[in-house]
């Protein structure tokens, strides 16, 4: 979004990296407020993220709202969710009028691409690190140009410059991670969102990871810009907003025509007719317990716990540490030569790891050798990254 859309705009304020080798403690009640097995380590909150029980609580009340009178429940339910998009803008210092709720990223992907008038001949450019179904979104409306960003690269100025270098005449849309799921480092920064906007390229941001992990998830100024509450931000799952810049607002459709059409965006991409409303009913309650938590402190305390777990990870022989965006509360590493080096051979060692160590993390493919991803979050303790260190070892001889 464009700063003029953004009231209260605030500076992204990034926690300071712990000092090296300093052993993290818990989040004073983190654990209990989830109902997570605890026979798992659950080191891979990116991908699903988990729902705090008060939010929980907080769907099962209005789902039973719904059942004890639906007629009541679905002619008010507008209104409604219009004060739920208002209570999380306020969170988000966005403007309510250019935030939907939407299903998940790739829902945003569709509603974006679509609204970009596309000529003959223009391009898309999107990057080797994008979530495959939102890159397929890309693919099926344009020639798509795939950027390669080495893992390695050492900093954003770096994943700028290759990018920017890949923008050619043709060029008339980036689709941008935010927050790049494999490596977690941020791409689209705010620089070079603006860079993209001065050649004259619509920016489209995947912010999956951004709300609840950074504190200024809409920071980046895109044309248009999607990010999930279910993954950080403590909402319950199929919760995700869109985030819509002035000048592109009248040109969104929503994908299934429904009666709240006439109104336009906002509320015509959110009405799904009798579908369960309940999750994003519920969401500003997520937000509501980071800040009761204090936001900052749970931002750090998750990125000081995944530095660690990255710093044990690192003395595994084999292993390398990626150059990383600090205060994220995800680390990933490369993993050997020739271990996880297509999908099918990363899902396997994924689950392995899941099945033999009761360990959830994720790895993700590359060619000549994939990578593992492990998250931080209040719910985590600093032992079950050490047993995750203790153990891997000889998963990744069984896979050698």
Not at 80 to 108: C, M, S, V, W, Y
Not at 136 to 148: C, L
Not at 373 to 379: D, E, F, M
């Amino acid at each position: 979004m464009t700063e003029t859309t953004r009231p209260d705009h605030r500076p992204d304020r990034r926690p300071a990296e712990p000092p090296a080798g300093e052993r993290p403690g818990e989040f004073p009640g983190g654990p209990a407020l989830f109902r997570l097995d605890p026979r798992v380590a659950h080191l891979n909150h990116g991908s699903f993220g988990a729902v705090p029980v008060p939010v929980q609580e907080a769907q099962a009340a209005l789902r039973a709202e719904v059942h004890a009178d639906p007629d009541a429940f679905f002619t008010t339910l507008p209104d409604r969710l219009e004060q739920a998009r208002t209570k999380i803008a306020a969170h988000l210092a966005a403007d309510p009028d250019g935030l939907a709720f939407i299903a998940n990223a790739t829902e945003g992907a569709n509603l974006a691409l679509d609204a970009v008038p596309l000529a003959d001949g223009e391009e898309i450019l999107v990057t080797d690190h994008g979530y495959g179904t939102v890159t397929a979104a890309a693919a099926r409306r344009a020639p798509v140009t795939t950027v390669a960003l080495d893992p390695a690269l050492p900093d954003e100025d770096a994943v700028r410059e290759t990018v920017l270098a890949a923008v050619t005449p043709r060029t008339r849309v980036a689709v941008l991670d935010h927050v790049s799921s494999p490596t977690a480092r941020i791409i689209a920064s705010p620089r070079l969102i603006a860079e993209l906007r001065e050649r004259g390229v619509t920016t489209v941001v995947d912010g999956a990871h951004a709300p609840g992990m950074l504190a200024d998830p809409l920071a980046t100024g895109a044309d248009f810009w999607f990010g999930n509450l279910h993954k950080w931000g403590y909402a319950p799952s199929g919760t995700a907003l869109l985030a819509v810049a002035p000048q592109h607002r009248h040109r969104i459709r929503a994908l299934v025509p429904s009666w709240e059409d006439g109104h336009g965006f906002p509320r015509s991409v959110e009405n799904r007719a009798t579908a369960d409303y309940t999750g994003w009913l519920a969401a500003p309650e997520g937000l509501d317990l980071i800040e009761a938590l204090d936001a900052a402190k749970v931002r750090a305390h998750n990125s000081t716990l995944a530095a660690h777990g990255a710093a044990l990870l690192a003395e595994i022989p084999g292993l390398t540490p990626l150059p990383h965006t600090d205060g994220l509360a995800m680390r990933t590493l490369r993993l050997p030569p020739g271990i996880a080096q297509t999908p099918d051979a990363a899902r396997a060692l994924r689950e392995e790891i899941a099945a033999r160590l009761r360990i959830r993390v994720l790895i993700w493919p590359w060619p000549g050798g994939g990578g593992i991803r492990i998250c931080g979050q209040i719910y985590n303790r600093p032992e079950e990254y050490a047993r995750l260190a203790a153990a891997l070892p000889d998963q990744l001889l069984r896979n050698a």
